[in-house]
């Protein structure tokens, strides 16, 4: 099973909303990823988590903020976004060292 | 900075023709992916490739790992409509968790 799991499929959020995206894995996988994608473009890494610690944060604004409460959760939480951070987000995890990480469907989050 | 470049950017062929993707960079990695990712939804991991010169094939795909390590090709034989999507590459680096992905490849096969 090399399933990644995202919740919601899809998300509008007003600029001065909270919201939480919700990514899950149950490979044993101890390194999660949060990535943003723009349409027509490759996916941007936002953080990576290994064993459950913040291990890169790639200069993302502190609107953005990730959570990993447990091996197999991954959270990212929304707060007063911008209309350009409407984009696909993607959850990915993987083996810590591993070649290969799996992708989740994706969050399509809209912020109006 | 992109570290990873692909070409060509767009492609559009017909149904039964051949096509070659290719993925370059002036940094070596670790290893290399290909992904497959469709219009609102998570790139689908194809295929790894980690030692120099490694040739993979899946059906009718066909990857490439260079032999520095720094490149990588995708083929296919005989396209299908259903091979339409975008193809990305992404390179990881030594040491850490991190992968780069490629501007990626939008195909479309035509029928």
């Known amino acids: 099973d090399t399933e990644v799991t995202q919740t919601p499929k899809h998300l509008v959020m007003g600029m001065t909303n909270k919201k939480s995206l919700k990514c899950e894995q149950h490979?044993?996988?101890?390194?999660m990823y949060w990535y943003k994608q723009k349409a027509k473009k490759p996916p941007e890494l936002m953080f990576v988590?290994?064993?459950?610690?913040?291990?890169i944060n790639e200069s993302v604004p502190s609107r953005f903020s990730p959570e990993c409460p447990n091996s197999s959760l991954l959270n990212l939480h929304l707060h007063a976004l911008q209309p350009e951070d409407s984009a696909l987000y993607l959850c990915?995890?993987?083996?810590?060292?591993?070649?290969?990480?799996?992708f989740g469907p994706g969050t399509r989050l809209t912020v109006t | 900075t992109q570290l990873l470049e692909q070409s060509p950017q767009f492609l559009s062929i017909q149904e039964g023709e051949n096509l070659t993707v290719y993925c370059n960079s002036s940094?070596?990695?670790?290893?290399l992916q290909w992904y497959r990712q469709e219009p609102g939804e998570g790139p689908v991991l194809l295929v790894t490739?980690?030692?120099?010169?490694e040739v993979k094939k899946l059906k009718r795909l066909t990857f490439q790992f260079g032999d520095a390590r720094k490149d990588s090709s995708l083929h296919i034989t005989a396209a299908q409509t259903g091979d339409t999507g975008l193809y990305l590459c992404?390179?990881?680096?030594?040491?850490?968790?991190?992968?780069?992905f490629g501007s990626g490849t939008k195909l479309n096969v035509k029928p």
């Open positions: 490739v980690v030692t120099g010169g």
């Open positions: 940094s070596v990695f670790s290893s």
């Open positions: 990915a995890s993987s083996q810590v060292g591993s070649y290969e990480q799996y």
């Open positions: 992404a390179g990881k680096e030594y040491n850490f968790n991190k992968f780069y």
């Open positions: 988590y290994s064993y459950e610690k913040l291990s």
């Open positions: 490979m044993g996988h101890r390194a």
